[in-house]
């Protein structure tokens, strides 16, 4: 009797045994990887891959061909496919959603009702990606093949107002709503397409008036500026020194009145001229720019305020109004003239060789017999000013 039960407790411990090992049954999980190869089976899959391999996945492969029977008729699989896009798209995956429907139209089915189905749905589906041409050309194939789609019209209005069309987008509801006059999607589109509409032309007529103005206001500055014999010089990508041909001649082609700094030349109400000016220190890689110069406010009077404090730059303390000159260069001809700091702006525009760029006047501002100014001008041709303020011609040594 004690040799039966040990013999039974023996053979217990031997079942037991077959746990306890390192031997597991066939097909089981890993106990490192069990989460994965759980996710591989059909009906625990969290997402199904975009494209089935059937060695990866032959258990889903399998699914699959059940599902999409060869023996389906063409009906019957377009169908297949639209309840597959449908199920996407409660999912908000889109994209398969498309995918799905696309499926469903390249069978090529003969029931053209549900073939306006599936150019709808996809329609959605495309709307909702953003892509409302692409939704828009499905709303319209839907149309052709069931005129009164409702579904397809509702679609194809909001398309149309979410790409600004709109008058199409009225008409489609206005078309909408003679079959289903109490349609409220179609109501709300309609309505908000209205007022959208009306907003867009009342922006359009102020854009177009605006418009107006600023040529009206643009082409009295030119006027202003031809008025007084002031000459332009139009930047040119073939060759940026190109200047009117005479000192005389006017020429507006390429010049615009928005200068290369932001600030344009205004024409105030008196009918005066102010300019952006640019003042450069060669000296010291520096610049000012005065945004609106008044054209009869006289070189010193600014550089007066500018220098009424020494910038910092100026480490010499030289830069003193009184100890200032005042320069142009003539690009053209590669020389220097020199401008009175008592002169006006308008009076070294009428210069005779004075040509604005870019819309920007612009002078060179040196130190009287610095060291700077001497090596600066040496070899180029300067016209300075006598005491009396007339010009004569001064080569430099």
Request: glycine share 4%; charged share 30%.
């Amino acid at each position: 009797m004690a040799e039966t039960q040990g013999e039974h407790e023996a053979d217990l411990d031997a079942f037991l045994d077959k746990f306890r090992g390192p031997e597991r049954y066939e097909g089981a999980f890993s106990p490192e990887n069990w989460e994965k190869e759980f996710e591989k089976i059909p009906m625990f899959m969290k997402k199904t891959p975009s494209e089935i391999d059937p060695e990866q996945n032959p258990d889903l492969a399998c699914l699959q061909s059940i599902i999409f029977d060869e023996e389906q008729t063409l009906e019957e699989q377009a169908k297949v496919y639209k309840n597959e896009g449908n199920d996407y798209f409660k999912e908000k995956d889109y994209k398969k959603a498309v995918i799905s429907y696309t499926e469903g139209l390249n069978k090529k089915s003969s029931d053209q009702e549900l073939n306006a189905v599936l150019h709808t749905n996809r329609a959605t589906a495309q709307f909702y990606l953003g892509n409302y041409r692409s939704a828009l050309s499905d709303a319209i194939a839907a149309r052709k093949l069931r005129p009164n789609h409702l579904k397809a019209i509702i679609r194809g209005a909001l398309c149309h107002l979410d790409l600004k069309h709109f008058s199409e987008a009225m008409t489609w509801c206005e078309e909408g709503l003679r079959i289903d006059p109490k349609e409220k999607k179609l109501l709300e589109t309609r309505a908000k397409a209205d007022r959208l509409k009306r907003t867009e032309e009342r922006d359009l007529r102020k854009a177009r008036l605006q418009e107006k103005k600023e040529q009206t206001q643009k082409d009295a500055v030119f006027k202003a500026i031809k008025d007084r014999n002031i000459k332009l010089s139009p930047v040119s990508s073939e060759d940026e020194n190109v200047i009117s041909a005479s000192p005389a001649e006017m020429s507006l082609d390429g010049f615009s009145s928005q200068s290369a700094t932001g600030s344009k030349v205004c024409l105030d109400e008196n009918g005066s001229l102010s300019w952006p000016v640019l003042f450069l220190y060669p000296e010291h890689g520096q610049s000012d720019l005065i945004s609106a110069f008044h054209e009869e406010s006289r070189f010193i009077e600014h550089l007066t305020v500018m220098f009424e404090e020494l910038p910092p730059w100026d480490t010499e303390r030289k830069y003193y109004p009184s100890e200032l000159e005042l320069f142009y260069e003539d690009e053209e001809r590669e020389e220097i003239y020199q401008i009175c700091t008592q002169s006006t702006l308008l009076e070294a525009l009428q210069h005779q060789r004075y040509f604005v760029k870019a819309g920007t006047p612009t002078f060179l501002v040196l130190v009287k017999h610095a060291p700077f100014s001497k090596n600066y001008f040496r070899g180029k041709k300067v016209h300075w000013l006598n005491d009396s303020q007339l010009e004569r011609v001064l080569p430099v040594p």
